[in-house]
């Protein structure tokens, strides 16, 4: 991603300053660079792919965590020091950065 980032700085430089585009600066020319761009959008797409997995895990994860919460009311312990420290811990890390 860097490379391709680098690349694409110098030819909007040279676009900007209407420098030639001296194509020995490009390692691989137009070929290489459509090749990179292809394989950071690759890397783009799985990384969002990822991500979007993490937050649909993350939202069941939240209402199996509401659940139980109920569950410890319905029963009596929601004084349950223990129990308590439990949920919390679980609760800041499912809310952490949200």
């Known amino acids: 991603m860097t490379r391709l980032h680098m690349d694409l700085a110098w030819l909007r ?6 420098a030639d585009l001296d194509r020995s600066r490009l390692p691989g020319a137009p070929e290489e660079l459509r090749h990179r761009t292809e394989r950071a959008e ?10 979007e997995r993490g937050y649909g895990r993350r ?7 509401r659940a139980y919460r ?19 811990a679980a ?3 499912l809310h952490a950065g949200t």
């Open 42 to 51: 690759r890397a783009v797409e799985s990384a969002w792919e990822a991500a």
């Open 70 to 88: 109920r569950l410890a009311v319905q029963h009596g312990r929601i004084e349950d020091v223990a129990l308590d420290r439990e949920y919390r």
């Open 59 to 65: 939202a069941e994860l939240r209402g199996e965590l």
């Open 13 to 18: 430089h040279a676009h900007r300053t209407g």
């Open 91 to 93: 609760h800041d890390a």
